[in-house]
């Protein structure tokens, strides 16, 4: 079955960076679009930071475009997500995710069906 683990996580000072790894396995990684998304303690709901589709597009919340980077490696089955400049609001924990048919546009939890069991980020100030 699909297995998605996340690893990187910890705690940063803000204006630092931090790497973090998804790695996947149990299925065909490359025909899977692929999300990163994050909850903090406030929110309700799990939200989208960054997706890489199968074409290798991308997009960001616009909270943190310009800081964070997703890319994946197909022969190792890892989805990265690079985040600098990183806020004490970017405090969360952070999933990663696949999905089989994801929307160009407002992607959301509903459109993965599997996750990882997330990795904690702590940025202080």
């Known amino acids: 079955q699909v297995q998605l683990v996340e690893s990187g996580g910890g705690s940063v000072q803000a204006g630092g960076s931090l790497r973090l790894s998804c790695a996947a396995s149990?299925?065909?990684?490359?025909?899977?679009?692929m999300a990163w998304f994050r909850h903090t303690p406030q929110g309700k709901e799990r939200d989208g930071v960054a997706?890489?589709?199968?074409?290798?597009?991308?997009a960001y919340a616009d909270i943190v475009k310009g800081r964070f980077t997703v890319s994946q490696d197909n022969t190792k089955n890892t989805l990265n997500l690079q985040m600098n400049s990183l806020k004490p609001e970017d405090t969360a924990m952070y999933y990663c995710?696949?999905?089989?048919?994801?929307?160009?546009?407002?992607?959301?939890?509903?459109?993965?069906?599997?996750w990882g069991q997330g990795t904690q980020v702590t940025v202080s100030s």
């Open positions: 149990g299925y065909t990684f490359s025909k899977y679009s």
């Open positions: 995710a696949a999905g089989e048919r994801v929307p160009a546009t407002f992607w959301g939890p509903a459109d993965f069906g599997a």
């Open positions: 997706v890489i589709y199968t074409d290798g597009t991308t």
